[in-house]
């Protein structure tokens, strides 16, 4: 089974940096696109940055400026520097992945199990 490994998060003090990464614990024939998401207590679950296998990167306007999605040369871990934190970023991060197993096969959504960062004021 297919399953997302995230890692980086932790508490940071406003202003600090953490960077987040992602990655599938086994092979996956394509990935279609990465992304990050995040929920605060009490709000839903909101798109943070996406990035296609094209390159292209989507970003809210709440991070832009401040964060940047990456990927790995071999295109299978995704990152998420996180810059010029805020106390509102405080969530758990989720790292989503778009792929195939194959080339006939549907697209499947793959979740992470989330991390937790904690921005301290």
């Known amino acids: 089974q297919v399953q997302l490994v995230e890692s980086g998060g932790g508490l940071v003090q406003a202003g600090g940096s953490l960077r987040l990464s992602c990655a599938p614990n086994?092979?996956?024939?394509?990935?279609?696109?990465m992304g990050w998401y995040r929920q605060a207590p009490g709000k839903q679950r909101e798109l943070v940055a996406t990035?296609?296998?094209?390159?292209?990167?989507n970003y809210a306007d709440f991070v832009k400026g401040r964060f940047t999605i990456s990927r790995d040369n071999a295109r299978t871990t995704t990152y998420l520097q996180m810059n010029s934190l805020k106390s509102e970023d405080t969530a758990v991060y989720y790292c989503h992945v778009v792929a195939r197993l194959s080339t006939l096969a549907s697209e499947i959504d793959y979740w992470g199990q989330g991390t937790q960062v904690t921005v301290s004021s």
């Open positions: 990035l296609t296998s094209y390159g292209s990167t």
């Open positions: 086994k092979s996956l024939f394509r990935i279609n696109a």
